[in-house]
């Protein structure tokens, strides 16, 4: 076609982006196409030939030969006089095809093609990235730091697809700087804008049960199930599992020798404590497994308002309800039951309930107080001022005020 290539760099495009060969046939012959019917009309009696391999695109145009003065369709006619100017053996009734040479389309019709092939491409590429990334919600993918944003970070693929790795779906101890591997797992696929989004997210609970597949054969091949996982991300994540073999220990099997297996996925997480415990269908006992590391005395059940009253000896308390809150937050979310720890009665304690301040302290700030296992004015006075601001989120002027009042009713 006159030395004009046009497909050689979708031909290239095609080799990069792994568009399959029909796929890529389809769109240039059908661009091609409608090229010719937007300067002949018609394109009836056109063949399109395209070498997708080597880049070659032929045009050629089929008319019939009648006599001189006899054509009825330009379009689909020819005279004879005007067939032997191509070759000087045609006779009535025989075909004349004539390669059409790209330049005869005119530069405008040519730069249009161009762009609507370029478009067609793009857009398929689009719904390739979406279709694909569509099927993989929930898997865990390895891509590399390209930018980073105050509220997102950019992430390329090994195919240079960009996914989104948003800040509130980042472990809050993450760092990461550009050319950093990153693993994440696929949360959301959106169309925005007529273009793929893909989200990651390193806090949702399907990126630790999928690390944890990687991690324990186990899990991996279902001889243990992941009843559920409660994840702080960065601070603590609680994994209920449960084994049908009774010749497999389903959390032994999770940490692994020496924690090697629990010990890789934690560095993955930076750092973040995963308490493993086996799944059971007695809530009182999967309330009192959930509450580990803290031993617990007894459980009272309310099961029609899903509320558990834990009992422990007194210095267990802070244990059950961990740093921040954090461990009866999870436990919580794990067994389904809202959570109250009380300390047990402890004769050689010289203590007083808070309810007995209640004319001194707002209830308001009683009710914060035993929120976080503090039913006694000895369990207040143990914890330090500053703990009790974090824990709370009371004032510290209201939380001296407190300890003031305490102080002076047990001296």
Sequence with gaps: ???????????????????????????????????????????????????????????????????????????????????????????????????????????????????????????????????????????????????????????????????????DQQIPTDRFKKGDQVRAVVAAVDMKGNNPQIILSRTAPEFLERLFEQEVPEVFDGLITIKKIVREPGERAKVAVESYDDRIDPVGACVGMKGARIHSIVRELKNENIDVINYTANSQLLIQRALSPAKISSVNLDNENMKADVFLKPDQVSLAIGKGGHNIKLAGKLTGYEIDVYRESDADIDDVDLEEFADEIDSWILDALKTIGCDTARSVLELDPSELVKRTDLEEETVSEVVRILKEELE
């Design 1 to 167: 076609m006159n030395g004009v290539n046009l497909i050689e760099s979708f031909s290239e495009f095609k080799e990069f982006k792994s568009i399959d060969r029909e796929t890529m046939m389809s769109i240039l012959e059908d661009v091609f196409r409608n090229m010719v019917i937007k300067k002949y009309g018609s394109d009836e009696n056109f063949d399109v030939i395209i070498n997708v391999d080597k880049g070659d695109l032929e045009i050629w145009r089929n008319r019939d030969i009648v006599p001189d003065g006899e054509i009825e369709d330009p379009m689909t006619e020819v005279e004879l006089s005007e067939a032997l100017k191509v070759q000087s053996d045609f006779e009535v009734g025989e075909e004349l095809s004539e390669e059409i040479q790209l330049l005869d389309f005119g530069r405008r019709n040519i730069l249009s093609m161009r762009q609507n092939l370029q478009s067609r491409i793009l857009d398929l590429e689009k719904d390739h990235i979406y279709q694909k990334y569509k099927e993989r919600v929930g898997d865990i993918i390895t891509g590399e730091v390209y930018q980073i944003w105050k509220r997102e970070i950019l992430i390329i693929d090994d195919e240079d697809n960009e996914l989104i790795l948003p800040k």
